[in-house]
């Protein structure tokens, strides 16, 4: 079993979002006339840089040692924050007509427009809280490889998800949309109606997401997918569950009407790619996967 902290350097993580962190000031610098907020964001970024690399330079008290494991979390949550203030500024377009179209080509209809017909609403209201855990879903996994001091997973874990959050944060950027719950707002003839807690689940996610355009690929899939496949070291049988918690998953974001399935297919696509390519990427930033 690995050290908690190991020597004074940098690990893969940190190389990481020192990265991200670098690419996304250049593009506040770059959006400058049009983005108010610039001059705040850059200085964010240079302050978490910093905060990390003291974190780096001394990590031998405890608040050190459990903020070089966690901070991923809200690092990797500030940066999705600033994508609802980069995407406008940097492309001013949305490509939710277009994805729409190719969700129409494929299966001859609109899907979310179709699920009308099978919406029930206690399968809304389960749906929803499915959709609505999936941030705890995911940090489940870190949770237990830390309880059972497995650090060296920990940290190979912690990259893989940093890594697939940000992937997507690029894809958010390359191809901007909102959704189909916004697009195709006039098609549907219904509105959703759970039993209990639909309302303030989606209310409440509105309030995060609903300014963002975080639609392709499909986070909640990728991520879901990313978990499941961290989960296969702790043991089959939580291994079972992630794959059956990822169809869910599935199948909530469009009944939903948050996704194309364009978006689902996208962001199992790059959960692949991810799974496959980031143990020899990880062993190639100086660490054994």
């Known amino acids: ?12 993580v940190d190389k990481l979002l020192l990265g991200y962190l670098g690419a996304t000031s250049v ?13 705040s964001l850059i200085g964010i970024h240079v302050a978490a840089a910093v905060l990390l690399l003291l974190a780096v330079r001394y990590p031998d008290s405890f608040p050190a040692r459990v903020f070089r494991h966690w901070y991923p979390l809200p690092y990797v949550a500030f940066c999705y924050r ?22 129409f080509r494929i299966w001859g209809a609109h899907p979310t427009v179709w699920l009308e017909g099978w919406q029930v609403p206690w399968l809304v ?14 940090l489940l996994v870190a949770f237990l490889l830390w309880r059972q001091r497995r650090f060296n997973e920990f940290r190979y874990y912690a990259f893989l998800i940093a ?18 719950r916004f697009v195709l707002a006039s ?33 909640h899939l990728e991520l879901t997918l990313l978990a499941a496949a961290g989960s ?3 043991s089959r049988p939580l291994f079972g569950g992630y794959a059956a918690y990822s169809a869910i998953i599935a199948f909530a974001t469009v009944y939903l009407r948050y996704h194309y399935t364009v978006d689902i297919a996208a962001g199992a696509v790059v959960a692949l790619v991810l799974i496959i390519l980031t143990p020899p990427l990880y062993r190639s930033m100086g660490e054994r996967s």
């Open 1 to 12: 079993m690995a050290d908690m902290v190991g020597p004074r350097r940098l690990w893969p």
């Open 27 to 39: 593009l506040a610098a770059v959006a400058w006339r049009s983005l108010p907020a610039a001059p």
């Open 82 to 103: 600033e994508m609802s203030l980069l995407i406008p500024a940097l492309r001013g377009i949305d490509y939710d007509r277009q994805l729409a179209a190719w969700d």
């Open 125 to 138: 209201e389960a749906l929803q809280i499915a959709y609505s855990t999936f941030v705890p879903a995911v």
């Open 163 to 180: 890594l697939g959050f940000l992937v997507s944060y690029v894809g958010y950027l390359l191809v901007p949309a909102r959704g189909p």
């Open 187 to 219: 098609l549907q003839t219904t509105e959703l109606r759970g039993v209990w807690l639909f309302d303030w689940l989606r209310a409440t996610l509105d309030q995060l997401e609903s300014a963002h355009f975080d639609c392709f690929p499909s986070g």
């Open 232 to 234: 296969r070291v702790i």
